[in-house]
């Protein structure tokens, strides 16, 4: 989606993360049935904030030659001239996605990420974001 020259892809959300998560919330609130309210509302209502900021708080945007990966409200700038290769993948590495359909990203230099690893995001669009960024820059090859 476009928004004021930028690109806003939200992050794919498996059925499975969803079913864990909701489970997650409805066993917060379950176990403080028969405590005070106030205790009930404060740690049921924490694990309910924690659980809306996961899901609600990771998204990716393309603006102008710069990735930015938003994960719990947090912003991560990449920059786009500096990706060498975009691979579609399915894992389950704990990374700044929610979905085990993933877009695997790797960059020309370790100083990028400071590390060798490549950056794993699960933008809901994987075909239309790996797009956008060949189109800012072509020189990424798009493997497998």
């Known amino acids: 989606m476009r928004k004021d020259n930028k690109l806003v892809f939200r992050s794919k959300i498996d059925w499975w993360i ?3 998560i909701l489970f997650s919330v409805v066993t917060a609130w379950v176990a403080f049935i028969g405590t005070s ?3 009930a509302l404060l740690f ?3 694990m ?3 659980c809306a900021i996961g899901i609600f708080g990771c998204w990716y945007e393309i603006r102008g030659n710069q990735l930015i990966v938003y994960q719990f409200f947090k ?5 786009i001239d500096k990706i ?3 691979k579609k993948t399915i894992g389950y590495l704990a990374t700044a996605g929610m979905s085990s359909r993933r877009v695997s990203i790797k960059f ?3 100083s990028v990420m400071k590390s060798s690893m490549p950056l794993e995001i699960s933008p809901a669009d994987r075909d239309g974001f790996i797009s956008a960024l060949k189109h800012i820059n072509p020189e990424i090859i798009v493997a497998g």
Not at 75 to 79: A, D, I, K, N, S
């Open 18 to 20: 969803a079913c864990l």
């Open 37 to 39: 309210l106030w205790l």
């Open 44 to 46: 049921g209502g924490s």
């Open 48 to 50: 309910t904030a924690l």
């Open 75 to 79: 912003p991560h700038t990449f920059p």
């Open 84 to 86: 060498k290769e975009v």
């Open 108 to 110: 020309v230099d370790r």
